[in-house]
């Protein structure tokens, strides 16, 4: 994968050609599938590329992640069978009894990880508000702390913690910091620039964005011995990214800038829409001026906000799930970043013991045309409110 004039590409052009793909065989434009569980040595007996058994990765998960590592500034980028088991790889990777610094609210799946690995005394945790520099700045321990969680913008109520703030923070005290940026991919947002040590996305979201492959992704500035333990541990638990899933990742990066630009405009029609609308009370979005973290957004974010947004409804719990039932064009369905618009009652979801106000609605905005989804979304709060006798 050589290029004329490198240099001088755009990145968008780079990874709308999956880094110039052309197969040196048959010049395929399109990197193939390549599905061996095991490779055959050499005549002297020794493997012919990195990879001798399915575990170590293949080719065509390597081109996912060489175009990931392009989109993130970085060297290095290891995907996993899903966000979660790369998350779970670098709480692994920590040495015993670790100290490590958190959001009090970030995506539950994590953070259920997070309090498991706590409640077995793998790890010590300490909670901080999410995008509250003070907060964090408060429970990390100089020469303690080992690691600090930063998601931003945070599920579900997309607060944005300034990034090169938390840095500074991690990196006065000795600690590394990890980044799950997974609601505004790297086209908006690159940790690493920005003072990350670890860039994680769920790439099951925004990176694929078709809502037909589980993946996780870890980037590295440089290859250090993180990435070194990193890559040992996918090998040992058998999550690196298969060949299959790999080659549907590579089709939905290329389109990346696009579908991202456009879930990004959608977003802020809607939000704009239902901020003051008669039967919502908040609309949380953090390309709104009235956001309280809107001037960081501004600049950690690329001039895009993404099509992550939530809505509190006047009424009640009821009339939340009520509206999230009465949507024709939302699919009523979990997860974020595809080009079809989701919609959910975030508190069903995310349990009882997850602290997210019930009447709070999370929506994932595609690249449907938005009028469909703004008449969706009117016509499913006129119909509980009428049925109430309230509209
Ligand atoms: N981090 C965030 C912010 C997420 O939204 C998710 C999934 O929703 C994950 C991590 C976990 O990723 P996955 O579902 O790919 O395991």
Not at 61 to 83: C, P, R
Not at 92 to 119: C, D, R, T, W
Not at 158 to 177: F, N, P, R, V
Request: charged content about 25%.
């Amino acid at each position: 994968m050589t290029l004329k004039n490198e240099k001088e590409l755009s990145l968008s052009t780079k990874i709308a050609q999956a880094l110039h793909y052309n197969d040196p065989e048959t010049g395929s434009v399109v990197p193939p599938v390549e599905h061996t569980a095991t490779y055959s040595r050499d005549e002297n007996y020794e493997p012919h590329k990195a990879y001798w058994y399915r575990r170590d990765g293949n080719k065509t998960t390597q081109i996912a992640e060489e175009i990931i590592a392009e989109l993130e500034n970085a060297d290095m980028s290891l995907l996993f069978s899903s966000g979660m088991s790369a998350c779970t790889a670098v709480l692994e990777m920590l040495p015993p009894n670790a100290h490590v610094v958190v959001p009090k609210v970030m995506y539950h799946g994590v953070l259920a990880q997070i309090q498991n690995f706590s409640k077995k005394n793998r790890i010590r945790v300490d909670f901080y508000n999410a995008g509250d520099l003070t907060s964090m700045k408060e429970v990390i321990k100089t020469g303690v702390t080992q690691l600090v969680w930063v998601e931003t913008p945070n599920n579900p109520n997309w607060e944005i913690t300034d990034i090169g703030q938390a840095s500074k923070l991690a990196h006065e005290a000795k600690a590394k910091l990890i980044v799950d940026a997974t609601a505004t991919p790297p086209t908006m947002t690159k940790s690493l620039d920005l003072g990350a040590d670890i860039s994680f996305h769920s790439a099951t979201k925004y990176l694929n964005g078709h809502s037909d492959v589980s993946a996780g992704v870890l980037s590295f500035k440089k290859s250090n011995t993180d990435w070194e333990n990193l890559a040992g541990i996918r090998k040992l638990q058998g999550t690196v990214l298969n060949s299959q899933d790999a080659f549907l990742l590579i089709r939905g990066l290329r389109t990346l800038f696009l579908r991202v630009e456009k879930n990004s405009q959608n977003a802020m029609l809607l939000a704009k829409h239902f901020e003051s609308h008669n039967y919502i009370e908040t609309v949380l979005y953090p390309g709104l001026e009235s956001h309280p973290n809107h001037q960081i957004a501004k600049h950690q974010t690329n001039g895009q906000y993404g099509g992550m947004l939530s809505i509190i409804v006047k009424g009640s719990e009821a009339d939340a799930i009520d509206i999230v039932r009465s949507c024709k064009v939302f699919y009523p369905a979990t997860s974020l970043g595809g080009v079809e618009s989701l919609i959910e009652h975030r508190k069903t979801v995310s349990g009882e013991d997850f602290p997210v106000n019930e009447k709070l609605i999370r929506i994932s905005v595609g690249i449907e045309d938005p009028l469909d989804l703004i008449n969706d979304l009117e016509q499913a709060i006129e119909k509980v409110f009428k049925k109430k006798g309230q509209y």
